[in-house]
């Protein structure tokens, strides 16, 4: 069952085409990867260094100029305080899960290093987004705590007098060059670029909305996309998460712990859901949701996928050809497209926005029915590339293991009273089973209708997660199990498009 991780590619960094400034070379790595040892090692030395802020009247003038709004929204500023760290902080190191801490400085008029107000209030964003020279950038690598705290600069433009913000030299979000902190991001973070099995990682806001990738080309103009969009977002932001992987990964923080997150509705048509999320399981992180799908949504996936239902197969590996699905799967279901289905195209939409990843990377929904004794023995749902060596379709289709199923929503559309759990035999790090047909190790989640389950089979940095291994117990005598499976990829898959 184990396989190798996906080697990340070392392809070269691609230069943003609009950029004003030369492409990146080792030569202008060289400096940023010393200065990241000489942080490094500061970091460690010495205790995490508060900033100390340093009042200043830029405050009392903010309000006296009018800034112009901004052609796109801002997202809603989350300062670094403890308390807000403590919902993304973990007490072990996460692999491709990072966050990073932006404070905006500029130089006052003493020519000392102030820093710039942060906050909701849009005229002091505007204030702040136009007055900015440079940043300081806390990196939290593998958003854990203690202890791996790092300082660093992104300075302004350079300015005709040669100095960071002084003189004639650009002031504002557009000052500070974003293929400049790049590459501050792959020093301190360790990043890997895009390659061959490997996603490009991406940044977002706190609350998971997606702010740029590394290989978004960077467009001309203060749009959308632009060098002023991505720095604008990410000084608003305060805090912002990096994943390795590119696609938003819900920081599981501690089993127990729970968020509540606010959902958009589909298209205007419904109103938004709050809900909360719970953290299951940190190895694999298992999330659940209560209350996610009514109890009326339930009903309508069962009687729409009901006439169709079929025994059904399962993606046979090289060693299983020729073997019945079930073997493994003893349960009936079939797919369901969301076509001219207003409940079930919205219900794709809160699905998207629960996992924070578009809705072209979800599969057509899976329907399941499992009568009595029936069960699907422990199995992972992402694709392995060395088990499909002769399913020339499989490999294609994952790219060879660049594309994957990323996660699974897992929605229960009914209540069972006697078994019909969701199992996931090596949560906490189990060792690998031998019987996988076992239903008596490991994390047991309970169907309960309306109730739906996130787990990761790729982890934040893309790779394949081992622990992901999850079945379906038997259902005890005179129940029967509805759920459903949604697939979410990697990447844009093109099943729904619309
Ligand atoms: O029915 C369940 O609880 C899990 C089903 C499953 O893992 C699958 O269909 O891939
Ligand atoms: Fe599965």
């Known amino acids: ?144 705590s203690p202890p791996i705290i790092l300082q660093e600069k992104v300075g302004g433009r350079r300015t005709t007098n040669g100095v960071d913000g002084v003189g004639a030299g650009k002031k504002g979000a557009d000052s500070i060059d974003w293929q400049e902190m790049r590459v501050q991001f792959y020093a301190q973070l360790g990043l890997v670029p895009e390659g061959k099995l490997q996603q490009p990682w991406a940044v977002f806001t706190p609350t998971g909305e997606r702010i740029v990738g590394d290989s978004d080309l960077v467009t001309s103009g203060d749009g959308i996309g632009s060098n002023q969009y991505i720095m604008s977002n990410i000084i608003a932001s305060g805090m912002i998460i990096v994943t390795q992987g590119g696609n938003w990964v819900w920081p599981g923080v501690r089993e127990g712990f729970q968020r509540n997150v606010s959902l958009s509705s589909s298209s205007g048509t419904t109103k938004s859901l709050n809900v909360t999320i719970e953290t299951l399981s940190m190895k694999p992180l298992v999330l659940s949701i209560q209350g996610f799908l009514t109890d009326e949504e339930c009903d309508h996936i069962a009687e729409k996928a009901a006439p169709n239902m079929q025994y059904s197969g399962v993606t046979l590996k090289d060693n299983d050809i020729g073997k019945a699905a079930n073997n493994w799967r003893t349960s009936q279901s079939t797919f369901l497209s969301a076509k001219n289905d207003p409940i079930l195209t919205d219900i794709e939409h809160r699905t998207a926005s629960l996992t924070r ?139 729904i498009t619309s």
């Not at 499909?388 to 790219?399: G, H, W």
């Open 357 to 495: 990843v578009p809705r072209n990377h979800q599969e057509y929904v899976q329907v399941l029915r499992y009568g009595f004794t029936e069960k699907y023995d422990a199995h992972h749902d992402f694709f392995d590339p060395a088990q499909y060596q002769s399913d020339p379709n499989t490999l294609n289709l994952i790219e060879y293991g660049k594309k994957n199923r990323f996660a699974t929503v897992f929605w229960y559309l009914t209540d069972v009273e006697d078994g019909g759990h969701t199992i996931f035999p090596r949560a906490g790090g189990l060792p690998p089973m031998m019987n996988f047909a076992d239903c008596s190790r490991g994390l047991k989640v309970k169907p309960q209708k309306g109730k739906v389950i996130i787990f990761y089979s790729l982890d934040a940095s893309g790779a394949r997660d081992e622990l992901s291994l999850h079945g379906a117990c038997p259902v005890g005598e005179g129940n029967v199990k509805w759920a459903a499976n949604k697939w979410v990829w990697n990447a844009p898959m093109g099943y």
């Open 1 to 144: 069952m184990r396989s190798a991780r996906p080697v990340a590619g070392r392809g070269r960094i691609a230069p943003d085409c609009n950029s004003t400034e030369t492409p990146m070379s080792k030569t202008r790595i060289l400096p940023s990867i010393s200065a990241a040892v000489v942080a490094f090692v500061w970091g460690v030395l010495t205790p995490p260094s508060v900033y100390v802020l340093r009042r200043q009247d830029i405050i009392n003038n903010s309000s006296s100029t009018d800034y112009p709004p901004l052609p796109y929204p801002l997202p809603t500023y989350t300062p670094c305080t403890s308390s807000n760290l403590d919902n993304y902080l973990h007490t072990a190191p996460v692999n491709g899960l990072h966050i990073v801490c932006v404070s905006p400085l500029h130089l006052g008029a003493d020519g000392m290093e102030e820093q710039l107000p942060q906050s909701n209030d849009a005229q002091e964003q505007y204030a702040t987004i136009n007055k900015v020279e440079s940043l300081r950038l806390t990196f939290y690598k593998g958003s854990s």
